[in-house]
């Protein structure tokens, strides 16, 4: 009797222990759009490189730009819009402190980004991780070819 009720325990704790679901399912990872759309986006690295009278010559725009400028940072709403919100310091206290930019959108199979406003540009999207958003895009300036490469880094 006392063996049957010993094995009886065992077969309780053992059958309670298989009731409940053991299996964790994986997180899905996120989308590039998902990633950019997340949070905000605080620039680090702005530079461009022109040939003008046969010279290349590099410009560093934000090693240039004001400490006002340095602490804005972008919002990729996840509807397509764009907005930079000016960050604890607006460089003029009448400026609005989120402005709208336009409209962002992954193309290409998220090898490119297309910003729309005043203008349109397509950029090469070089790293889009969960920490870093890094592009290259060409314009031309003043009559010369321009390669711009932007950093951002996510504030989370």
């Not at 958003?133 to 880094?153: A, D, Q, W």
Request: proline content about 3%; aromatic content about 10%; glycine content about 6%.
């Amino acid at each position: 009797m006392r063996f049957n009720l010993v094995l009886l325990g065992f077969i309780v704790l053992f059958a309670s222990c298989e009731t409940g679901s053991n299996t964790v399912t994986p997180e899905k990872p996120k989308t590039k759009k998902e990633i950019l759309s997340s949070d905000r986006w605080r620039i680090t690295v702005y530079t461009s490189v022109y040939t003008d009278s046969g010279e290349t010559k590099t410009v560093n725009h934000f090693h240039d730009s004001g400490l006002c400028w340095k602490d804005n940072y972008l919002l990729f709403h996840p509807n397509g819009l764009l907005s930079l919100d000016e960050g604890p310091t607006r460089c003029n206290i009448d400026d609005p402190q989120i402005v709208e930019l336009g409209t962002w959108e992954l193309v290409n199979n998220d090898a490119q980004i297309r910003f729309e406003g005043d203008s349109t540009v397509t950029a090469d999207v070089l790293t889009l991780t969960d920490s870093l958003f890094s592009i290259r895009y060409y314009e031309v300036v003043k009559g010369h070819l321009s390669v711009s490469n932007k950093s951002y880094m996510h504030l989370k």
